[in-house]
């Protein structure tokens, strides 16, 4: 069992910045890929940006590229997602997610965080 605590959201305003960070409590967390995921209201949850096990592969939803980085610190059993030039769009809930020898060619999760939220406003 791998549990996944996000941190790091807030309120902030158009243009802002925010980090968010994920904590995961397993000793093989670099056997897993890991993902962040985001649900708006009265929307399904979609994919954000997905780090392999590895950290070499990423890969992000076209609405984020070149705004919003993903990274992993495995010495802190942590992923992290930098997120640049917020928009209102980007309002949401944020869900870390963990996929054991997952890649953003293929994430499959098998954890999910509860998530943090994400207000941008305009």
């Known amino acids: 069992q791998v549990q996944l605590v996000e941190s790091g959201g807030g309120l902030v305003q158009t243009g802002d910045s925010l980090r968010l960070s994920c904590l995961a409590s397993?000793?093989?967390?670099?056997?897993?890929?890991m993902g962040w995921f985001r649900q708006a209201p009265g929307k399904e949850r979609e994919p954000v940006a997905v780090i392999s096990w590895s950290g070499v592969g990423t890969a992000y939803a076209d609405s984020v590229k070149g705004r919003f980085t993903i990274s992993r610190d495995n010495a802190k059993n942590t992923v992290y997602l930098q997120m640049n030039s917020l928009k209102p769009e980007d309002t949401a809930v944020y869900y870390c997610?963990?996929?054991?020898?997952?890649?953003?060619?293929?994430?499959?999760?098998?954890?999910w965080g509860q998530g943090t939220q994400v207000t941008v406003s305009s």
């Open positions: 397993t000793r093989t967390f670099s056997s897993y890929g």
């Open positions: 997610a963990a996929d054991f020898m997952g890649t953003p060619q293929n994430f499959d999760a098998d954890y």
